[in-house]
């Protein structure tokens, strides 16, 4: 009976010792290393707030135009006598690039100019009858003076019509001298839409198209619409690369050289002109770019981790400790780049802010020897 009852008991020690060794298992420790690990993942990182420089850039597509280019119409109605340029043609500014007869001008001009020679012997009548009667005033009695009043009146009505002759002739010689159509600038001709003997004239009354196009292309306007967000950016002399589809493994540069200053009402995009050197004539207007535009914050903007940004569905914010608990503070955030983010908001600089912002983390939670 003894050796039952210790047979008993030994079975029972033996269970205690087998729960005691279950309970220190493999298992029982790797779930007690995770729960050591969750209480150390709620301790909270963070960081000093400061200002600093954010560096980015964008990719935004432009277009290359000439950086001058001119209709060339024919001022008044004519014929084409003689074309001297053609499409292709390089010329210079003054050059002569098209020659029109109009027979009638010269009629004109030729009426003209006997009007003058009239006047002009009018003219020359009424001053020497002046001159005589001057003279002769000049003895007490021989002339009175309304005669010599009227004398001079005439003499200065006389000049006063030579002077309007003069115009008019000027004027038919100055519209002649338009049957002459010369280049503005130098360029070259990009566009010819007639061909001699064409009856051509100001646009509506003769062709409707231009006699010529002519461009200049030794210098292009690299032209691009900035978005609205990146437009306080932007300044004169910022260095750009670009490139064309034409010549892939090519990258062109230039600097910005003109900012519209105002937002296009449709597009809410600011166009900036670039100048782009063509000496070479590799690029051609109307080709499409892909603009590289190098974007340099303010210094004085702060600058986040943008995983220390929280975007909740109450808005964003980032979450500052102060007096040993977490504040959600309102901010609106900048432009983002390399994992950083500018930030802007009621901030003042060397805050500490968490550096990994959860929902999880609460308005107003007390910290609790939580920071690391």
Same mark, same amino acid.
């Given at each position: 009976?003894?050796?039952?009852?210790? =047979?008993?008991? !030994?079975? %029972?020690?033996? #269970?205690? !010792?087998?729960?005691? !060794?279950?309970?220190?298992?493999?298992?029982?420790?790797?779930?007690?290393? +995770?729960?050591?690990?969750?209480?150390?993942?709620?301790?909270?990182?963070?960081?000093?707030?400061?200002?600093?420089?954010?560096?980015?850039?964008?990719?935004?597509?432009?277009?290359?135009? !000439?950086?001058?280019?001119?209709?060339?119409?024919?001022? =008044?109605?004519?014929?084409?006598?003689?074309?001297?340029?053609?499409?292709?043609?390089?010329?210079? /500014?003054?050059?002569?690039?098209?020659?029109?007869?109009?027979?009638?001008?010269?009629?004109?001009?030729?009426?003209?100019?006997?009007?003058?020679? #009239?006047?002009?012997?009018?003219?020359?009548?009424?001053?020497?009858?002046?001159?005589?009667?001057?003279?002769?005033?000049?003895?007490?009695?021989?002339?009175?003076?309304?005669?010599?009043?009227?004398?001079?009146?005439?003499?200065?009505?006389?000049?006063?019509?030579?002077?309007?002759?003069? /115009?008019?002739?000027?004027?038919?010689?100055?519209?002649?001298?338009?049957?002459?159509?010369?280049?503005?600038?130098?360029?070259?001709?990009?566009?010819? +839409?007639?061909?001699?003997?064409?009856?051509?004239?100001?646009?509506?009354? %003769?062709?409707?198209a231009p006699i010529f196009t002519?461009?200049?292309?030794?210098?292009?306007?690299? *032209?691009?619409?900035?978005?609205?967000?990146?437009? /306080?950016?932007?300044?004169?002399?910022?260095? $750009?690369?670009?490139?064309?589809?034409? @010549?892939?493994?090519?990258?062109?540069?230039?600097? $910005?050289?003109?900012? /519209? %200053?105002? @937002?296009?009402?449709?597009?809410?995009?600011?166009?900036?002109?670039?100048?782009?050197?063509?000496?070479?004539?590799?690029? @051609?207007?109307?080709?499409?770019?892909?603009?590289?535009?190098?974007?340099? %914050?303010?210094?004085? +903007?702060?600058? *986040?981790?943008?995983?220390?940004?929280?975007?909740?569905?109450?808005?964003?914010?980032?979450?500052? *400790?102060?007096?040993?608990?977490?504040?959600?503070?309102?901010? #609106?955030?900048?432009?983002?780049?390399d994992g950083k983010s500018e $930030?802007?908001?009621?901030?003042?600089? #060397?805050?500490?802010? *968490?550096?990994?912002?959860?929902?999880?983390?609460?308005?107003?939670?007390?910290?609790?020897?939580?920071?690391?």
């Amino acid at each position: 009976m003894k050796s039952y009852r210790f =047979v008993l008991l !030994a079975s %029972g020690l033996f #269970s205690i !010792a087998c729960l005691f !060794a279950r309970c220190t298992s493999p298992v029982q420790k790797a779930e007690a290393e +995770n729960q050591k690990t969750k209480e150390d993942d709620t301790s909270l990182e963070t960081f000093k707030l400061s200002k600093g420089q954010l560096s980015s850039s964008i990719k935004i597509p432009g277009e290359l135009i !000439a950086y001058q280019q001119v209709d060339l119409y024919a001022k =008044v109605n004519s014929f084409v006598k003689k074309l001297h340029a053609d499409v292709g043609s390089v010329v210079s /500014a003054g050059q002569i690039l098209a020659t029109m007869e109009a027979p009638e001008l010269n009629s004109q001009l030729a009426g003209a100019e006997s009007r003058l020679k #009239s006047q002009e012997a009018v003219y020359l009548a009424s001053k020497a009858t002046y001159q005589r009667l001057l003279e002769t005033s000049k003895t007490p009695g021989t002339v009175s003076q309304n005669d010599l009043d009227l004398a001079l009146a005439k003499q200065n009505s006389d000049l006063a019509q030579l002077k309007a002759a003069q /115009a008019a002739f000027r004027e038919v010689g100055d519209t002649r001298n338009y049957l002459e159509i010369r280049a503005p600038f130098s360029g070259i001709i990009t566009a010819r +839409n007639v061909s001699t003997g064409a009856y051509v004239g100001p646009s509506g009354k %003769g062709s409707e198209a231009p006699i010529f196009t002519l461009q200049e292309q030794n210098k292009l306007r690299l *032209v691009v619409s900035v978005p609205e967000l990146y437009s /306080a950016y932007l300044n004169k002399q910022k260095e $750009v690369t670009f490139s064309v589809k034409a @010549l892939p493994n090519e990258l062109f540069k230039a600097k $910005v050289a003109r900012l /519209a %200053g105002a @937002l296009d009402a449709r597009l809410r995009s600011q166009r900036i002109e670039m100048d782009v050197n063509n000496s070479g004539k590799q690029l @051609l207007p109307g080709m499409i770019t892909e603009v590289e535009i190098p974007l340099t %914050g303010n210094e004085n +903007n702060f600058v *986040v981790p943008t995983e220390a940004v929280l975007n909740s569905t109450l808005g964003t914010y980032v979450i500052k *400790v102060e007096h040993d608990s977490t504040k959600w503070v309102p901010v #609106s955030v900048g432009r983002q780049a390399d994992g950083k983010s500018e $930030v802007f908001g009621p901030l003042d600089e #060397s805050v500490q802010l *968490v550096k990994l912002a959860t929902e999880e983390i609460r308005d107003n939670e007390p910290i609790n020897g939580k920071l690391n």
